[in-house]
């Protein structure tokens, strides 16, 4: 049996960890959560859950693969909890912003959320941990539950599903700059 300061140094080294982890938490509960604040409740109860039960964590995994299972796997309670429910929370007027920005830049990016929002939820999930979070293959497939033949394959028909509600033929559609270019107030280059 370990000395008992022992446990108290790797349970503060881990609750660092845990820390030094809020950022990407938030980034992959914003692919879960359209509301910012609703984004939010998930990390605190993910980091909750995580700090109640930093006992059962193995050392030598990586903490960022457990705490995105426990958020991923809270995120899928909530919406089991939420189907019984009163339907029509998400649809609430006040929630949707009062004007739209007018910048195209803007306008795109939110195009492109949109997008990712109709996904279905395996492949927006692949999607933002490989491509947005850059989480490994095999941390994807710990966190998803899946293989990672399965990951790669959510990960391609998630890109071209979003490249069909786009619009887009091409991959480099996605990382081409749209109208951003202007010089002495004239647009430079336009998007064809």
């Known amino acids: 049996m370990q000395p008992h ?3 108290d140094g790797r349970q503060s080294r881990e609750a660092e960890t845990i820390v030094d982890l809020i950022p990407a ?3 992959f509960a914003r692919s879960f959560c359209r509301d910012p604040s609703d984004a939010d409740d998930l990390v605190q109860e993910t980091l909750t859950k995580g700090i109640a039960h930093i006992d059962k964590f193995e050392p030598g995994t990586r903490m960022k693969s457990w705490l995105f299972t ?11 909890i939420s ?5 029509g929370l998400a649809d609430c007027v006040s929630a949707m912003p009062v004007s739209e920005a007018t910048q195209e830049w803007s306008l795109r990016g939110q ?3 949109e997008a ?3 996904l279905p939820p395996h492949y927006r999930e692949v999607l933002v941990l490989i491509g947005v979070l850059g989480v490994s293959y095999e941390e994807a497939a710990a966190i998803c539950g ?6 790669k394959s959510r990960l391609n028909r998630g890109r ?8 887009e033929d091409s991959p480099r559609a996605l990382i081409e700059p749209t109208a951003r270019i202007v010089a002495d107030g004239i647009l430079v280059e336009k998007r064809r």
């Open 5 to 7: 300061h022992s446990r």
């Open 25 to 27: 938490l938030r980034a």
């Open 70 to 80: 426990i958020m991923r796997n809270t995120f899928y309670t909530r919406i089991k």
């Open 83 to 87: 189907k019984r429910e009163a339907p």
């Open 111 to 113: 195009e492109l959320k």
């Open 116 to 118: 990712i929002d109709r």
């Open 146 to 151: 899946c293989a990672i033949g399965t990951v």
């Open 160 to 167: 071209a599903h979003l490249l069909e509600h786009l619009g």
